[in-house]
């Protein structure tokens, strides 16, 4: 399958995909295996930070979930977590799980969409919130919630050449999940340039192939 054409991962892009969205179908809309415990009602955020020159190379704002989480524990996901009685909506949700987690302000990011729900193994409901985030905001990182945080090309994310697809027996029956392994170049405060692994997979992976196949899909006529 193509890649989305970079003109159509610029942000006035972006947002006049969400203003007419195509007719599509997600991919992954339930997780092969889903455990017996009662669904919850949850969103994420997916911070797609406008880098470069005139907003031309935006990336995707992820994060690494504390070892001692007891859910998806050092996985590579999107800031988010369960729906507050509180919360407006699953864009409020979104919003203030990604400041608790990793101190991004709401006045940075302006969301754009959303993405349909997306049910994991852990039976999360889970709705995927797009937002442009200005690239001057500063992070501050909940240590009892995440680990690290990184930022991966958005041209990366929508070229299906960097998406692997897993089938594997469990139970009796066939799991299929797919990833996205993502080399990141980082220097330490020696000057050394360091090659970082990340394992993108599960759930996060699982949006992001919906978010490709929404952005690949063909416009509605």
Same mark, same amino acid.
Request: no cysteine; aromatic share 10%; glycine share 6%.
């Given at each position: 399958?193509p890649? @989305?054409? %970079?003109?159509?991962l610029?942000?006035?892009a972006?947002?006049?995909r +969400?203003?007419?969205?195509? @007719?599509?179908q997600?991919?992954?809309v339930? =997780?092969s +295996?889903?455990s017996e #415990?009662?669904p919850a009602?949850?969103?994420v955020? $997916?911070?797609i $930070?406008?880098r470069?020159?005139h /907003?031309?190379s935006p990336?995707?704002?992820?994060? !690494?979930r504390? *070892?001692?989480?007891? /859910?998806?524990s050092g996985q590579i996901a999107f800031?988010g977590?369960? $729906?507050?009685p =509180? ?5 409020a %949700?979104a ?5 608790e =987690?990793v101190?991004l302000s *709401?006045?940075?990011v302006?969301? &754009?969409?959303e993405l349909?729900?997306? &049910?994991?193994g852990?039976?999360?409901?889970v709705?995927?919130v797009i937002g442009?985030v200005s690239?001057?905001?500063e ?8 680990a690290?945080v990184?930022e991966v090309?958005l041209s990366f994310?929508?070229n299906p050449?960097n998406?692997? !697809?897993?089938?594997?027996?469990w139970?009796?029956?066939q #799991? ?6 993502y080399?990141?170049?980082? %220097?330490?405060p020696?000057g050394?340039?360091?090659? $970082? =692994?990340h +394992? &993108?997979?599960?759930?996060t ?5 919906n +978010?490709? #196949? ?6 509605s /006529?």
């Amino acid at each position: 399958m193509p890649a @989305v054409p %970079t003109a159509f991962l610029q942000p006035e892009a972006l947002k006049a995909r +969400f203003e007419q969205p195509p @007719v599509w179908q997600p991919e992954v809309v339930r =997780e092969s +295996f889903t455990s017996e #415990r009662p669904p919850a009602q949850a969103a994420v955020l $997916v911070p797609i $930070v406008m880098r470069g020159p005139h /907003t031309s190379s935006p990336t995707v704002l992820l994060t !690494r979930r504390a *070892a001692h989480m007891k /859910t998806h524990s050092g996985q590579i996901a999107f800031p988010g977590g369960k $729906v507050d009685p =509180e919360d407006a909506n699953m864009q409020a %949700t979104a919003l203030r799980e990604a400041e608790e =987690e990793v101190g991004l302000s *709401a006045r940075h990011v302006e969301v &754009i969409g959303e993405l349909p729900v997306y &049910i994991t193994g852990t039976s999360f409901w889970v709705t995927p919130v797009i937002g442009l985030v200005s690239p001057d905001f500063e992070l501050r990182l909940n240590a009892d919630e995440v680990a690290d945080v990184f930022e991966v090309p958005l041209s990366f994310l929508m070229n299906p050449a960097n998406h692997r !697809r897993h089938a594997f027996e469990w139970q009796g029956s066939q #799991r299929h999940w797919f990833s996205m392994p993502y080399e990141e170049r980082r %220097t330490a405060p020696n000057g050394e340039v360091q090659a $970082v =692994e990340h +394992f &993108i997979w599960g759930a996060t992976a699982g949006m992001l192939r919906n +978010f490709y #196949r929404f952005l690949a899909a063909n416009p509605s /006529t």
